[in-house]
């Protein structure tokens, strides 16, 4: 089905922030749009004011009459939905073309020059990042991203512009639909070995993904990683770290809240990079954004002028409240390296001060495959808070609960379990100095009234 045949989208799965992205093209677009969510949320509620017709209930009955016609319908499906969902079991009975977010994303990376970044972690930032820069400079862009940019309110830009952006999802192989013209890999720790199954396999993933950039393009790996790139020929191969590699950072000072260093590039170096929104990890992050920005024409002044002016992105490294007395900072961080690096970045920034975090597990396979990994990044902290396990797509598996990690917390770490529903009430008897929610789950759905008790104290 061509796209220019069709009068409707409809999203089985809707709210998730990847398929709220595509969701907002279709409605920019002038497409009626619609479909399914399991439960409504501040992502979908802006969805409804801008346009779209969103139901809460698994029922049939309840799809738009504009979306019952398989020859003008398009219907998009996220993997997270089970093959039994009523209303795709509907569309896939009547002959209706059903296609992932990942191959919609990957018939733009045919039309346009898709600038892709994958990796187990830092993709959200990188991606965000390297869009704001682009997006600022006369090169302009188009961005599919898998979180809220603070600099635009919203997890895609829309422009006239040849390049897309594109962050790169592993799970469930989804970045295989992909054709990058170029793209950064920032990380291949193993996650996902609910659909993967083993290391090899996963990295085996990422090799495949390098066989699909496109000719006359460019891998911007960070270096040392376990995988093997494969690219085709005329695919150039750069690498980059912190400060080592093709593209490096030098000159790296971190003092009065304030991060600035300096850009060593092959093709120009920057001096005079100052972050802003100044996060140790968001160096290399930066770097990496900043390559696949030159590579594709920006100059020197609008690399500054994109990483000054970047905001960051919500839940990533999302700070609520930072003043003298407290820090309450949110942060996606659901995977062992990712906390790991978040809780390295809180170190280094508050030296001497006590932190605290409230850890809300997600998945159930990950917490069995990871706990101890968990608690060796966790036990960095003061204080760990832990809460019940976010199942997300998953049912419970025997014998996994918060508790593993909290057994392997290292001695000397103040640890607790508790009810997430009982987190408020917590804050409210308690004083933090330092406190950082983290999770993938729906306990950010705290942090605001949480801002609200901290600051009121």
């Known amino acids: ?9 409809y999203f089985v799965g809707a709210g998730g922030i990847g398929m709220s992205a595509i969701a907002r093209y279709f409605i920019r677009k002038g497409f009626v749009v ?16 801008e346009g779209m017709l969103i139901h809460y209930e698994e029922n049939v009955e309840a799809i738009p009459q504009a979306c019952r016609n398989p020859k003008q319908t398009l219907v998009v499906y996220t993997p997270a939905v089970p093959a039994t969902h009523q209303e795709l079991v509907y569309f896939q009975e009547r002959g209706f073309e059903i296609l992932k977010r990942a191959q919609v994303l990957g018939t733009l990376t045919r039309t346009h020059k898709g600038l892709c970044v994958a990796g187990t972690h830092g993709k959200t930032s ?15 862009c188009n961005a599919f991203l898998g979180g809220i940019s603070k600099n635009y309110g919203t997890n895609y830009i829309l422009s006239p512009s040849d390049f897309v952006v594109i962050e790169a999802d592993e799970f469930d192989r989804s970045f295989h639909w992909l054709r990058p013209w170029m793209t950064v890999i920032t990380s ?28 006359g393009g460019a891998l911007i790996i960070h270096k040392g990683l376990e995988m093997k790139a494969d690219v085709q020929d005329g695919v150039h191969i750069y690498e980059y770290s912190l400060d080592e590699g093709d593209f490096h950072a030098e000159n790296i000072k971190i003092e009065n809240g ?24 968001n160096i290399e992050n930066g770097v990496a ?47 062992p390296k990712e906390i790991y690096q978040s809780a390295k970045s809180m170190r280094e920034l508050y030296k001497d001060r006590k932190i605290t975090a409230i850890f809300q597990p997600h998945l159930y396979t990950r917490t069995r495959d990871f706990y101890k990994d968990f608690a060796d990044a966790l036990s960095q902290l003061d204080e760990v808070i832990l809460t019940e396990i976010y199942p997300a797509r998953e049912q419970p598996i025997p014998g996994v609960t918060s508790q ?54």
């Open 126 to 140: 990188t991606s965000t990042m390297c869009a704001h820069i682009m997006h600022q400079s006369q090169a302009d």
């Open 289 to 335: 954004a900043m390559a696949m920005a030159q590579l594709n024409g920006c100059s020197a002044e609008e690399l500054r002028y994109g990483m000054k002016t970047y905001a960051g992105v919500d839940r990533r490294f999302d700070f609520k409240v930072r003043d003298s007395r407290h820090v309450l900072l949110s942060d996606y961080a659901h995977h």
């Open 404 to 457: 593993l990690i909290y057994d392997h917390l290292a001695e000397g770490v103040e640890k607790s379990i508790i009810r997430k529903d009982d987190v408020l009430d917590l804050v409210r008897n308690r004083d933090f100095d330092v406190l950082i929610v983290l999770g993938a789950g729906d306990l950010d759905n705290y942090t605001n009234e949480i801002a609200d008790i901290i600051k009121n104290k």
């Open 188 to 215: 291949t720790d193993p996650d996902h070995l609910d659909i993967y199954g083993t290391k090899e396999a996963y990295l085996e993933s990422f090799r495949h993904y390098t066989t699909l950039i496109q000719p």
């Open 34 to 49: 619609a479909g399914y969510d399991k439960t409504p949320s501040p992502l979908t509620r802006q969805l409804e004011k």
């Open 258 to 281: 304030e991060i600035t260093f300096d850009f060593a590039s092959p093709i120009e170096n920057v001096a005079g990079i100052r972050l802003g929104q100044p996060v140790p990890i």
């Open 1 to 9: 089905m061509e796209l220019r045949e069709i009068t409707s989208v």
